[in-house]
């Protein structure tokens, strides 16, 4: 509530999503260390690599995103369907990058995900 009161006033409605952001990021380290006191070991480390990739992979999908967004918008114009061509395609083109992103930085549920989805496509072509 303190950081919500502080940062409204410099960032509106920004700030509220920022300090609560910040808020529930101090909550889950402190809930963290509190368990960790209570159970022991949790193999922090092995969660703390795959957030740090899984982080890294989402800050180059947004880059991808918004720069595919921003041509979009700048060749196709400003009207509603151009717009949504601009935002489908951008979002597509975020679920393809973070994918393929994780995947080569070997995010274990990642690449659980994409070996199945290869292994129903083998299925489908053998069936034809």
Do not use: P
């Not at 509220?16 to 529930?24: E, G, H, N, R, V």
């Not at 369907?81 to 083109?93: A, E, M, P, Q």
Request: aromatic share 10%; with cysteine; proline share 0%.
């Amino acid at each position: 509530v303190v950081l919500n009161l502080i940062f409204i006033r410099f960032l509106a409605h920004a700030g509220l999503a920022l300090a609560t952001s910040i808020a529930t990021t101090i909550t889950a380290f402190f809930l963290l260390y509190q368990l960790k006191k209570k159970i022991g070991r949790l193999g922090t480390m092995v969660f703390l690599r795959c957030g740090l990739k899984a982080g890294l992979a989402s800050a180059v999908m947004g880059v991808a995103v918004y720069a595919t967004y921003s041509v979009l918008y700048s060749l196709l114009g400003e009207s509603k369907i151009n717009n949504i061509v601009s935002f489908v395609t951008s979002s597509s083109l975020a679920v393809i990058v973070y994918i393929v992103l994780c995947y080569l930085l070997k995010v274990n549920e990642i690449r659980m995900f994409v070996d199945k989805i290869i292994i129903r496509i083998k299925r489908l072509i053998k069936k034809k």
